[in-house]
């Protein structure tokens, strides 16, 4: 069975391969304070500095989920402080939700997904800390274009901006000193396993730590710094995905040619649909849809009869999320992918009429 599903996904060709070197090199039983764990973990965090193009002045950490991060911002970056978050869809409302109830604070905005906020009319509240945008809203298929960072970050230069990148971090070549907070798990572009997140903070969302001096939870922000300066957790972290995640980047091109692989796959899917008979994108404007979550629109019958038979080939299509949960089916466009599943994919669409 071959995962489109967007995360989690199918995972690397060469995962088999790093989980025998893991059992062999005797990672599954080390020691998280071990001078052994300690050097994988740097290795995994100066990987994803030069591979991803993060900043040097960002500091990485790991997480279990990208659920987990919107605790720890709600807890050690919020306090009890405003939030406004922008969303037009299912996680970014979630995002709201749980803050919502930590903070009391954090308001909702909502946007269409055909047509992308406009950053001058965003008129914060007063003493409004952060601004919660969802890069790509896996649930829709849709994402922010890079400019809307860049445009909010200069016409918001006080405000603190967090980011759910979970679907397009190590697939799309993010722009990060757009933004104080990046979060994702991996078993989405990372093409791992679930079970490990990462959160990326600006200097200036940890003087904000610092001066919230929030330290009552296992995962404050604070008790996670001193850790991570010795490339530590808090708790006993999940070693071996790190160590996949270290093994695997090791392997990976820097972002800007996957992305760019990633864009010219994602080109071709367009073009392909363009001339299905019964499936079209369901997000139309160009200039707000998702390169790596592709959501497709067909009658309600089509859609279920096709995940059918899509499975009954070995493919495995993503169901429609919330409200488009009959009507869509989702495709992940992530790296892990490769040219011969996509091919097989197309074929079988192509192929694919009324039912059969
Ligand atoms: C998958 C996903 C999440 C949830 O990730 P977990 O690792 O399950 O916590 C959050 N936000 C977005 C945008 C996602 O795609």
Redesign the pocket.
Same mark, same amino acid.
């Not at 989920?65 to 987990?68: L, Q």
């Given at each position: 069975m071959i995962s489109f599903y967007p995360?989690p996904s199918k995972v690397w060709d060469k995962l088999p391969q790093y989980l025998q070197e893991a059992f062999q090199e005797g990672v599954l039983s080390i020691n998280h304070r071990s001078p052994e764990f300690v050097a994988i973990s740097r290795e995994a965090i100066r990987l994803l500095h030069e591979k991803l193009n993060i900043p040097k002045d960002y500091t990485i950490f790991f997480t279990s989920?990208? *659920? %987990?991060c919107w605790e720890i911002i709600a807890q050690s970056i919020l306090g009890s402080s405003k939030s406004l978050h922008l969303y037009n869809g299912a996680?970014g409302e979630k995002w709201q939700e749980y803050t919502q109830k930590l903070t009391g604070q954090a308001t909702a905005r909502t946007f269409s997904p055909e047509m992308p906020p406009q950053p001058v009319g965003l008129e914060l509240e007063e003493n409004t800390l952060l601004l919660a945008l *969802?890069q790509? %809203? *896996?649930s829709n298929g849709t994402a922010l274009p890079q400019h809307f960072f860049q445009e909010v970050r200069r016409l918001y230069p006080e405000v603190l901006i967090a980011v759910?990148a979970?679907?397009g971090m190590a697939g799309v070549n993010l722009d990060f000193p757009t933004a104080d907070i990046w979060y994702a798990?991996v078993?989405?572009c990372f093409g791992l396993p679930?079970g490990l997140?990462l959160m990326i903070c600006s200097p200036r969302a940890l003087a904000r730590a610092e001066a919230l001096n929030e330290r009552l939870h296992y995962n404050s922000l604070l008790f996670m710094q001193e850790k991570i300066v010795d490339a530590q957790t808090t708790y006993t972290p999940n070693v071996l995905g790190i160590y996949l995640l270290m093994r695997s980047l090791q392997d990976r091109p820097s972002i800007t040619t996957t992305a760019a692989l990633l864009k010219e796959r994602y080109r071709q899917w367009v073009l392909f649909f363009e001339e299905h008979p019964f499936f079209r994108l369901l997000i139309k404007n160009s200039a707000v849809r998702s390169q790596t979550v592709l959501t497709l629109e067909g009658k309600e019958e089509e859609v279920a009869l096709l995940k059918q038979a899509a499975k009954t080939a070995g493919l495995y299509l993503g169901n429609g999320y919330g409200k488009w949960k009959k009507n869509t089916f989702r495709i992940a466009n992530f790296p892990a992918l490769n040219e011969t599943e996509i091919r097989q994919l197309k074929n079988f669409l192509a192929g694919y009429s009324q039912g059969s």
């Open positions: 995360g989920s990208a *659920t %987990e996680f *969802t790509n %809203e *896996t759910d979970t679907s798990s078993q989405k679930a997140a």
